[in-house]
């Protein structure tokens, strides 16, 4: 089943936005590495938690470009010294980019490293309630 058919109905209008969004969420979710945990602080407060063991601060970059959170680690290929014989090599040593979509609104905080955990905090401000009044016009002309 094609997931654009919900997108295609003539009731929903100007939704090719929200249709890229979600594809777009679809890719991310098929990536595995680094593990991660998304956690609710409550308020609108969000954060995501990534296990990112062996990277230092300069390793590492949070960005955000069009509603997307991208989170990279970037490691020397020379970073193991021809002099390390491992007999078991269970710590992943690859470098990584993972991407979360982010609701309109959403406002990244903060980033901090403790522990081989990346944390990244996120917050929601509640939105202003607008209500706007459409003038009606009647179909009653006047003149010629």
Do not use: C, W
Not at 17 to 26: D, G, K, M, V, Y
């Amino acid at each position: 089943m094609n997931r654009s058919v919900l997108f295609d109905s003539p009731f929903l209008l100007g939704f090719e936005h929200t249709r890229s969004l979600i594809e777009r969420a679809a890719k991310a979710a098929a990536e595995s590495y680094p593990p991660y945990n998304v956690e609710d602080r409550g308020d609108g407060g969000i954060r995501i938690t990534l296990a990112v063991a062996g990277f230092s601060p300069d390793q590492l970059e949070v960005s955000v470009e069009d509603r997307q959170l991208t989170v990279a680690g970037r490691r020397e290929d020379g970073a193991a010294r021809p002099e390390d014989a491992f007999l078991h090599r269970g710590i992943a040593a690859r470098g990584f980019i993972r991407s979360f979509v982010l609701a309109d609104g959403m406002v990244v905080e903060e980033a901090s490293l403790e522990h081989g955990l990346l944390h990244i905090d996120l917050n929601r401000p509640e939105p202003e309630k607008r209500v706007t009044k459409v003038p009606i016009r009647t179909g009653i002309r006047t003149g010629a």
